[in-house]
């Protein structure tokens, strides 16, 4: 009981003060991620130094486990390669997304605060939709 309610306390700090939210300008890939049942609107930008993702921002509205989510990814993300930013993508994916994700490696750090709703079906859609938007991203740097 105590754990959930660190995570719950981590996903509020995300949602109320999040990391890496603002100008996508100059990215040097930008995806989005809509989600109409709930309003969730979400941009992701990739600032690359070579392989090596430098920093990624993301800017849109959403609700609080979408902009929690998105906020979590951003520093989960940036400074890793484009190769492990896909892997972690690919672990959320099966951790919360894919099935019921009982068999999957959950993710380190503070990324374990997304637990918290791994037990809601419906929400699922607002913690991957930011992770979709990245993987899409990350896609659109290996086509240019």
């Known amino acids: 009981m105590v754990t959930d309610e660190l995570y719950k306390e981590v996903l509020l700090e995300h949602f109320?003060?999040?990391?890496?939210?603002?100008?996508?300008?100059?990215?040097?890939?930008?995806c989005r991620g809509s989600n109409p049942r709930c309003g969730d609107d979400i941009e992701v930008g990739l600032f690359l130094n070579g392989n090596i993702l430098e920093s990624v921002r993301f800017r849109?509205?959403?609700?609080?486990?979408?902009?929690?989510?998105?906020?979590?990814m951003t520093e989960a993300v940036s400074g890793r390669s484009c190769a492990?930013?896909?892997r972690l993508c690919e672990q959320m994916w099966s951790w919360f997304g894919h099935g019921d994700g009982a068999d999957a490696a959950a993710p380190h750090?503070?990324?374990q605060g997304l637990a918290a709703v791994r037990g809601y079906p419906a929400r699922r859609r607002c913690v991957?939709?930011?992770?979709?938007?990245?993987?899409?991203a990350l896609t659109a740097t290996r086509a240019d």
């Open 60 to 72: 849109g509205r959403g609700c609080s486990l979408c902009i929690a989510s998105a906020s979590l």
């Open 84 to 86: 492990e930013a896909q």
């Open 128 to 136: 991957l939709l930011a992770w979709q938007a990245l993987s899409d």
């Open 16 to 30: 109320r003060h999040p990391r890496n939210r603002g100008e996508l300008a100059d990215a040097d890939a930008v």
């Open 109 to 111: 750090g503070e990324l």
